[in-house]
């Protein structure tokens, strides 16, 4: 059998090992602090009188600092308000047949006649639905954020590539701009920049860049050594060097870079319409749901992931070679015959304008002008599968989001549950559990026991029920024992934090969403990817269906889940699922379609059923890339909390959007800074674990 | 020994990793004895990667490094082109400190003095063969016709005309290393290093690529540095070589020198497989004349003695070997070459 394999049934021999004993006192702990808990209440939910008032001093300190340098970044965001006014303006002046021209041209050279088929259906849609000069105004944005956000990511690359001295201070930002929502930073950006589509674009180019950061790192990272040496053997200087050897030979990475920069612009472009003002296409969606018009919503929502999905194919399309090389077209469109037809285009957009200087061109009644009967016919579809909808929400509010947040002590009561648990029952939930517990401790080792262990008392008291010194102890030694010392007292730093600033309660709702979220997105999204792995035509269906879910910006996964369940914590736990069940359905398959095949073969040799074979030899192989994907989960699904507060929530993610109503600079800015400690700690955990496995 | 004059020569070079290397080569005046040294740094946590480095390569010769793989050969090669930083000795290329050069003066002894070979070929991805035949030219300014033509030159001279428009990744394995050896030999260096050329390769076109180096050395006579971790390679290819062993040179000579006397029971173990009548040369057993008559039969000196047993057999007692240019021929008994034939036995039957 295979090492990994084997160390699944350790010796059956227990004997206490060193690691086990603080868990045994927090154990004790735990047990002691849910006795007293009905005397010492403090002890669950923390007194609003011991929290400080930090967020207040974040407000003073930001308030004097706003005052001081408020005029040079007014003065900043008016120099950046005539290119966006203008760009804006070109984009809509140009005549629709010229935009379609030019990108069935770019499209054409990008990745053949296919995308440029899609390109001309997609743009008609948009036309015909009535969205084009809002969705100019969107491209506008993103054609602004996306050069600011590629020159900074390319010079933070590659002044982290030549000082590795100040690698970990630009990770550590990294991580910081990409795990903080982005509703938190709008708020100093308001008070700096003043209302605006300004803070908008520079939202964006924040969001946008740490993409670009990390690819043109790893690509000068990963550089070939005989390549870099060659280069220095030729006699380059070290200018040379860089840009005649390196860059070019990093620049498919770099590429990847820039694809995914001008995904994260358009995305954070869309959210950003939250300010308004722009009259852009994330605009028309918000507010087409917040008069609750589905049709409205669905037809703007489409031109969203329209954009994306061809923003996105262009763009890798110049990034990626196609592994059978390129198509006729895409060799026949030259650089020549591409700059003609550009050309081509802005002639024929001058002529049009100058022959027709007053006409629009517009179709004059799009779509949206006709979707009463849409809203209708939604309206009655969602009325019609109500019972469907609503038994599907109501199961999962009563089964499984009630007894997490407040537990099956506080969920079996006759308003919920329509029973009470008599003591009987809860003693016979207490046994099943111990005798579980003893069950794993005896097959496998203390681990699995303790987590169950766990995991039955969480179910009990539910999160909101916990004790919190026990939850941040806990974790505390979680991170020491995978991590050490460092990590565990960065997450009690952390949960400090949040305590004082009365967020407790906020961050336990997110942590109770997000977990449901993520088990939820591992076992569906875990069952897809086997399901993949197993089956060609799963896997052929499912890379496309993954590949638009990636692509979609956060917002759109808003509207059908808002359609179907209207407002409250179910529409934000299956928005969150939409946008996080793509990293575990990907990372299974590929973890076990490249297990080792040699050992697989080797464990087929011996006899094993093909269960066996997942369960004792592919899965604990592939375990290292399923935890990536775990990783992945878990940092969409934080990402996704804060959009998700939108649709109603009482989480981390809620306490920023409502500070971004008050413009409360000080609560938005902890609370973002609380989604990002978890984002970071999730994060650093599992990677120190996926280490700690590959070391051992 | 060849008299040819020496090209570049290596003295007492170390290559040290660890958290300050400099420390231990820092005071002058006193002799380091280089076992202990290492020994020294190995418990000091760090890592002596080439030890006290010392040969001298003469112009015109093919001088091979070999090692299993971790011996330090690579890194040796590195610190004689600067790619890695010495940690201390003197590396004297025409008498020249190449220590001392400065970082321009260095780009300048690249353009011009060096051309490397790579393992992995090093090629640029994004140029065609032309333009990566061509890079060293352009890195130097060159007008655009000017090292077309040279390049074109080279494409032609590794056999791989009518490929100069195809990118790399198109190209075989072997195809590739060709491509290498062309840009390296494009700026006309005298120095050659050739870092492992042909160990990525299949042994087939290995075996085709070693002939096709031989050839173009009989062309172009360059001072050639050659790492390889394959002994039947170093053997074939070696006017002299060098074996490394954890970072130390234990034992330099020519091929026949190596198999007939090892210097210690690694190198015997490490030659023990070489076929003694094939790498030992009928020069390497000729003794001079004496005053005895010169012998009818005549044979080159490059010969190997297996190509001797035919006409042993035939029943030949002596040979006559030409010496070097005007020089008297020297004289090669059967006696000597049966002492060899009877020593591959004994090897043959201990093993």
Same mark, same amino acid.
């Given at each position: 059998?295979?090492?990994? +394999?084997?160390?699944?049934?350790?010796?059956?021999?227990?004997?206490?090992?060193?690691?086990?004993?603080?868990?045994?006192?927090?154990?004790?702990?735990?047990?002691?602090?849910?006795?007293?808990?009905?005397?010492?209440?403090?002890?669950?939910?923390?007194? /609003?009188?011991?929290?400080?008032?930090? @967020?207040?001093?974040?407000?003073?300190?930001?308030?004097?600092?706003?005052?001081?340098?408020?005029?040079?970044?007014? @003065?900043?965001?008016?120099?950046?308000?005539?290119?966006?006014?203008?760009?804006?303006?070109?984009?809509?002046?140009?005549?629709?047949?010229?935009?379609?021209?030019?990108?069935?041209?770019?499209?054409?050279?990008?990745?053949?006649?296919?995308?440029?088929?899609?390109?001309?259906? $997609?743009?008609?849609?948009?036309?015909?639905?009535?969205?084009?000069?809002?969705?100019?105004?969107?491209?506008?944005?993103?054609?602004?954020?996306?050069?600011?956000?590629?020159?900074?990511?390319?010079?933070?690359?590659?002044?982290?590539?030549?000082?590795?001295?100040?690698?970990?201070?630009?990770?550590?930002?990294?991580?910081?701009?990409?795990?903080?929502?982005?509703?938190?930073?709008?708020?100093?950006?308001?008070?700096?920049?003043?209302?605006?589509?300004?803070?908008?674009?520079?939202?964006?180019?924040?969001?946008?860049?740490?993409?670009?950061?990390?690819?043109?790192?790893?690509?000068?990272?990963?550089?070939?050594?005989?390549?870099?040496?060659?280069?220095?053997?030729?006699?380059?200087?070290?200018?040379?060097?860089?840009?005649?050897?390196?860059?070019?030979?990093?620049?498919?990475?770099?590429?990847?870079?820039?694809?995914?920069?001008? =995904?994260?612009?358009?995305?954070?472009?869309?959210?950003? +319409?939250?300010?308004?003002?722009?009259?852009?296409?994330?605009?028309?969606?918000?507010?087409?749901?917040? /008069?609750?018009?589905?049709?409205?919503?669905?037809?703007?929502?489409?031109?969203?992931?329209?954009?994306?999905?061809?923003?996105?194919?262009?763009?890798?399309?110049?990034?990626?070679?196609?592994?059978?090389?390129?198509?006729?077209?895409?060799?026949?469109?030259?650089?020549?015959?591409? +700059?003609?037809?550009? +050309?081509?285009?802005?002639?024929?957009?001058?002529? *049009?304008?100058?022959?027709?200087?007053?006409?629009?061109?517009?179709?004059?009644?799009?779509?949206? =002008?006709?979707?009463?009967?849409?809203?209708?016919?939604?309206?009655?579809?969602?009325? %019609?599968?109500?019972?469907?909808?609503?038994?599907?929400?109501?199961?999962?509010?009563?089964?499984?989001?009630?007894?997490?947040?407040?537990?099956?002590?506080?969920? $079996?009561?006759?308003?919920?549950?329509?029973?009470?648990?008599?003591?009987?029952?809860?003693?016979?939930?207490?046994?099943?559990?111990?005798?579980?517990?003893?069950?794993?401790?005896?097959?496998?080792?203390?681990?699995?026991?303790?987590?169950?262990?766990?995991?039955?008392?969480?179910?009990?008291?539910?999160?909101?029920?916990?004790?919190?010194?026990?939850?941040?102890?806990?974790?505390?030694?979680?991170?020491?024992?995978? $991590?050490?010392?460092?990590?565990?007292?960065?997450?009690?730093?952390?949960?400090?934090?949040?305590?004082?600033?009365?967020?407790?309660?906020?961050?336990?709702?997110?942590?109770?969403?997000?977990?449901?979220?993520?088990?939820?997105?591992?076992?569906?999204?875990?069952?897809?990817?086997?399901?993949?792995?197993?089956?060609?035509?799963?896997?052929?269906?499912?890379?496309?269906?993954?590949?638009?879910?990636?692509?979609?910006?956060?917002?759109?996964?808003?509207?059908?889940?808002?359609?179907?369940?209207?407002?409250?914590?179910?529409?934000?736990?299956?928005?969150?699922?939409?946008?996080?069940?793509?990293?575990?359905?990907?990372?299974?398959?590929?973890?076990?379609?490249?297990?080792?095949?040699?050992?697989?073969?080797?464990?087929?040799?011996?006899?094993?059923?093909?269960?066996?074979?997942?369960?004792? @030899?592919?899965?604990?192989?592939?375990?290292?890339?399923?935890?990536?994907?775990?990783?992945?989960?878990?940092?969409?699904?934080?990402?996704?909390?804060?959009?998700?507060?939108?649709?109603?929530?009482?989480?981390?993610?809620?306490?920023?959007?409502?500070?971004?109503? &008050? @413009?409360?600079?000080? =609560?938005?800015?902890?609370?973002?800074?609380?989604?990002?400690?978890?984002?970071?700690?999730? #994060?650093?955990? *599992?990677?120190?674990?996926?280490?700690?496995?590959?070391?051992? | 020994?060849?008299?040819?004059?020496? /090209?570049?020569?290596?003295?007492?070079?170390?290559?040290?990793?660890?958290?300050?290397?400099?420390?231990?080569?820092?005071?002058?005046?006193?002799?380091?004895?280089?076992?202990?040294?290492?020994?020294?740094?190995?418990?000091?946590?760090?890592?002596?990667?080439?030890?006290?480095?010392?040969?001298?390569?003469?112009?015109?010769?093919?001088?091979?490094?070999?090692?299993?793989?971790?011996?330090?050969?690579?890194?040796?090669?590195?610190?004689?082109?600067?790619?890695?930083?010495?940690?201390?000795?003197?590396?004297?290329? %025409?008498?020249?400190?190449?220590? &001392?050069?400065?970082?321009?003066?260095?780009?300048?002894?690249?353009?011009?003095?060096?051309?490397?070979?790579?393992?992995?070929?090093?090629?640029?991805?994004?140029?065609?063969?032309?333009?990566?035949?061509?890079?060293?030219? &352009?890195?130097?300014?060159?007008?655009?016709?000017?090292?077309?033509?040279?390049?074109?030159?080279?494409?032609?001279?590794?056999?791989?005309?009518?490929?100069?428009?195809?990118?790399?990744?198109?190209?075989?394995?072997?195809?590739?290393?060709?491509?290498?050896?062309?840009?390296?030999?494009?700026?006309?260096?005298?120095?050659?290093?050739?870092?492992?050329?042909?160990?990525?390769?299949?042994?087939?076109?290995?075996?085709?690529?070693? %002939?096709?180096?031989?050839?173009?050395?009989?062309?172009?006579?360059?001072?050639?540095?050659?790492?390889?971790? #394959?002994?039947?390679?170093?053997?074939?290819?070696?006017?002299?070589?060098?074996?490394?062993?954890?970072?130390?040179?234990?034992?330099?000579?020519?091929?026949?020198?190596?198999?007939?006397?090892?210097?210690?029971?690694?190198?015997?173990?490490?030659?023990?497989?070489?076929?003694?009548?094939?790498?030992?040369?009928?020069?390497?057993?000729?003794?001079?004349?004496?005053?005895?008559?010169?012998?009818?039969?005549?044979?080159?000196?490059?010969?190997?003695?297996?190509?001797?047993?035919?006409?042993?057999?035939?029943?030949?007692?002596?040979?006559?070997?030409?010496?070097?240019?005007?020089?008297?021929?020297?004289?090669?008994?059967?006696?000597?070459?049966?002492?060899?034939?009877?020593?591959?036995?004994?090897?043959?039957?201990?093993?």
């Amino acid at each position: 059998m295979t090492a990994p +394999a084997a160390s699944f049934r350790s010796s059956p021999r227990v004997a206490i090992e060193p690691a086990l004993l603080p868990w045994c006192a927090l154990i004790a702990l735990t047990a002691l602090c849910l006795v007293l808990k009905t005397d010492f209440p403090w002890l669950v939910t923390f007194p /609003k009188e011991w929290t400080l008032p930090l @967020a207040a001093g974040v407000n003073a300190v930001t308030d004097a600092v706003v005052t001081v340098v408020q005029p040079a970044f007014r @003065a900043l965001s008016a120099a950046l308000e005539a290119p966006m006014r203008g760009a804006r303006l070109v984009l809509v002046w140009l005549p629709w047949p010229a935009v379609m021209l030019a990108v069935a041209a770019l499209a054409l050279k990008s990745s053949g006649i296919r995308l440029a088929v899609f390109a001309l259906l $997609a743009l008609t849609y948009i036309l015909l639905a009535g969205y084009w000069p809002q969705s100019m105004s969107t491209l506008s944005l993103v054609l602004l954020a996306v050069p600011i956000s590629t020159v900074l990511g390319f010079a933070l690359g590659v002044l982290g590539h030549t000082r590795p001295g100040l690698r970990p201070v630009l990770l550590g930002a990294l991580d910081l701009m990409q795990t903080v929502p982005a509703f938190a930073y709008l708020i100093p950006l308001l008070l700096l920049f003043g209302f605006g589509p300004v803070v908008g674009l520079i939202a964006s180019a924040i969001y946008a860049t740490p993409p670009m950061v990390r690819n043109t790192l790893l690509g000068l990272d990963r550089v070939p050594s005989d390549i870099s040496e060659a280069g220095l053997m030729s006699g380059c200087t070290r200018r040379q060097q860089f840009w005649h050897v390196e860059v070019p030979t990093a620049l498919p990475q770099i590429l990847v870079g820039f694809n995914q920069t001008t =995904m994260a612009a358009l995305s954070m472009v869309i959210v950003a +319409a939250i300010i308004g003002g722009f009259e852009d296409i994330g605009w028309e969606v918000l507010s087409s749901m917040r /008069k609750a018009e589905f049709g409205q919503s669905i037809l703007s929502g489409l031109v969203i992931a329209l954009l994306a999905i061809l923003i996105d194919r262009l763009t890798i399309g110049f990034a990626k070679a196609r592994p059978a090389g390129p198509t006729a077209a895409m060799t026949w469109m030259t650089d020549r015959r591409l +700059a003609i037809v550009l +050309a081509l285009a802005a002639a024929l957009a001058i002529a *049009i304008r100058l022959l027709w200087p007053n006409e629009t061109l517009l179709p004059a009644t799009g779509l949206r =002008m006709q979707v009463g009967g849409i809203n209708q016919w939604l309206l009655g579809l969602v009325r %019609d599968c109500a019972w469907f909808f609503d038994g599907l929400r109501d199961g999962v509010l009563y089964c499984l989001l009630l007894p997490l947040r407040i537990g099956i002590s506080g969920a $079996a009561v006759p308003a919920i549950w329509g029973f009470t648990l008599s003591p009987t029952a809860n003693a016979t939930y207490a046994v099943a559990v111990l005798l579980a517990c003893a069950l794993l401790l005896h097959r496998f080792n203390w681990r699995p026991a303790l987590a169950l262990l766990v995991a039955g008392t969480l179910l009990y008291t539910g999160f909101l029920g916990f004790p919190w010194p026990v939850f941040i102890l806990g974790i505390a030694l979680l991170a020491f024992q995978v $991590a050490g010392l460092r990590l565990a007292l960065f997450a009690v730093a952390g949960f400090l934090l949040i305590l004082v600033n009365g967020l407790w309660g906020a961050l336990v709702q997110s942590l109770y969403l997000c977990t449901l979220a993520v088990l939820l997105c591992l076992v569906i999204g875990g069952a897809l990817g086997v399901w993949a792995a197993y089956s060609e035509r799963v896997s052929r269906i499912l890379k496309p269906v993954c590949d638009a879910l990636q692509t979609m910006p956060q917002f759109v996964f808003l509207i059908p889940a808002l359609m179907f369940f209207k407002v409250g914590e179910f529409t934000a736990l299956i928005a969150i699922m939409l946008y996080a069940i793509v990293p575990p359905i990907r990372y299974v398959e590929h973890g076990l379609r490249h297990v080792r095949a040699d050992v697989v073969e080797a464990v087929e040799q011996m006899g094993a059923t093909p269960v066996q074979t997942l369960f004792q @030899a592919k899965l604990p192989l592939a375990l290292p890339v399923v935890m990536l994907g775990l990783n992945q989960t878990i940092m969409a699904a934080l990402s996704m909390l804060a959009i998700a507060a939108l649709v109603g929530t009482r989480d981390l993610g809620q306490a920023v959007y409502v500070a971004l109503g &008050k @413009a409360d600079a000080g =609560m938005g800015l902890i609370a973002g800074l609380s989604i990002a400690f978890l984002a970071i700690l999730a #994060d650093r955990l *599992i990677q120190a674990a996926v280490a700690g496995r590959a070391t051992t | 020994m060849t008299a040819a004059p020496i /090209k570049l020569a290596c003295r007492n070079v170390w290559k040290v990793y660890g958290r300050r290397p400099a420390y231990y080569f820092d005071s002058r005046g006193y002799i380091i004895e280089p076992d202990a040294l290492a020994e020294r740094l190995r418990s000091e946590a760090h890592l002596p990667a080439v030890v006290d480095a010392t040969f001298e390569v003469a112009t015109g010769e093919i001088f091979v490094i070999m090692g299993l793989s971790g011996s330090g050969k690579s890194t040796l090669v590195r610190c004689l082109s600067r790619l890695v930083e010495p940690s201390a000795g003197e590396i004297l290329l %025409d008498g020249q400190d190449l220590l &001392k050069a400065t970082g321009k003066e260095l780009i300048e002894l690249r353009r011009h003095a060096m051309g490397m070979v790579f393992q992995n070929f090093g090629l640029l991805p994004h140029l065609t063969i032309l333009g990566n035949v061509a890079f060293p030219l &352009k890195i130097q300014g060159r007008p655009e016709k000017e090292r077309e033509a040279r390049a074109r030159e080279m494409i032609a001279l590794v056999g791989l005309e009518g490929r100069e428009a195809s990118f790399p990744h198109q190209l075989s394995g072997g195809q590739q290393q060709r491509v290498g050896i062309a840009r390296s030999l494009a700026v006309g260096p005298e120095l050659w290093f050739l870092d492992e050329p042909f160990s990525a390769l299949d042994p087939l076109i290995r075996r085709q690529m070693q %002939d096709e180096f031989l050839r173009l050395q009989r062309m172009l006579k360059k001072t050639i540095v050659f790492i390889t971790h #394959d002994m039947a390679e170093a053997f074939r290819l070696a006017d002299r070589l060098a074996i490394m062993r954890a970072g130390k040179i234990v034992q330099i000579g020519r091929p026949a020198d190596i198999v007939l006397n090892p210097a210690d029971d690694y190198v015997a173990q490490f030659t023990e497989d070489m076929p003694l009548l094939r790498v030992i040369k009928a020069g390497d057993l000729a003794t001079s004349l004496n005053g005895s008559a010169v012998p009818e039969e005549s044979v080159a000196a490059g010969a190997s003695l297996e190509e001797l047993i035919p006409r042993l057999a035939s029943g030949v007692r002596a040979f006559s070997v030409p010496g070097e240019g005007a020089g008297p021929p020297a004289l090669l008994t059967a006696g000597a070459v049966l002492a060899v034939l009877e020593r591959e036995q004994t090897r043959r039957t201990r093993s």
